[in-house]
Antibody
């Protein structure tokens, strides 16, 4: 079935970096854009980044510019998200999600489906 | 970047109808998508496009759009619908590919 499986929980110290993986299966990975979204404890969803199917174009939310790097490996159907200079506010669950889009009646809509199960990153000294 | 605004919380009696709204300039140009998130779980898509439901989503879920507002309506609310609901859209204020989520609506079923 179509699914995304993420790497396990991480505990990092402030100033360190974390790299999370997201392995896709059940669909043609090389045909889809992929997103990263995070959710701090008790907070809402926050969009972070997108990478194109070939991996040569990324877009990052302004908030994360300079600290986040998203890459992908089509040979293993895996997308990665690396966040550097970690601080306590980066403690959150990080999700990968597949991008989908459709034009209906001249209007385009995008949606994220499926989602990975989430990876908890804890930043603590 | 543009924003999407949702009511933080709503409550509805079992079996009644509830409308969850999402406002933002982006919605004048793009459809919203809607996600349900139960505690401790990843979000799942419930509505996308004009008012499309993925397979497995009950037909009591529907969507609509008017101007800068998108709405998610649950008709005949069930206990299992108690969850957080988030809208999402591409950010129309950016020339780059950016997306934005609403702040979420916590739905309580009475």
């Amino acid at each position: 079935q179509v699914q995304l499986v993420q790497s396990g929980a991480e505990v990092k110290k402030p100033g360190a970096s974390v790299k999370i993986s997201c392995k896709a299966s059940g669909f043609s990975f090389r045909s889809y854009y992929m997103h990263w979204v995070r959710q701090a404890p008790g907070q809402g969803l926050e969009w972070m980044a997108i990478i194109n199917p070939t991996g040569d174009t990324t877009n990052y939310a302004q908030k994360f510019q300079g600290r986040v790097t998203v890459t992908r490996d089509t040979s293993t159907s895996t997308v990665y998200m690396e966040l550097s200079s970690l601080r306590s506010e980066d403690s959150a669950v990080y999700y990968c999600a597949r991008d989908n889009s459709q034009n209906q009646y001249g209007v385009t809509g995008w949606w994220f489906d499926p989602w990975g199960q989430g990876t908890l990153v804890t930043v603590s000294s | 970047s543009s924003e999407l605004t949702q009511d933080p919380a709503l409550s509805v009696a079992l079996g009644q109808t509830v409308r969850i709204t999402c406002q933002g300039d982006s919605l004048r140009f793009y459809y919203a998508s809607w996600y349900q998130q139960r505690p401790g779980q990843a979000p799942i898509i419930v509505i996308y496009g004009k008012s499309n439901r993925p397979s497995g989503i009950p037909d009591r879920f529907s969507g609509s759009n008017s101007g800068n507002t998108a709405s998610l309506t649950i008709t005949g609310v069930q206990a299992e619908d108690e969850a957080d609901y988030y809208c999402n859209s591409r950010d129309s204020s950016s020339s780059h590919l950016n997306w934005v989520f609403g702040g979420g609506t916590k739905l309580t079923v009475l």
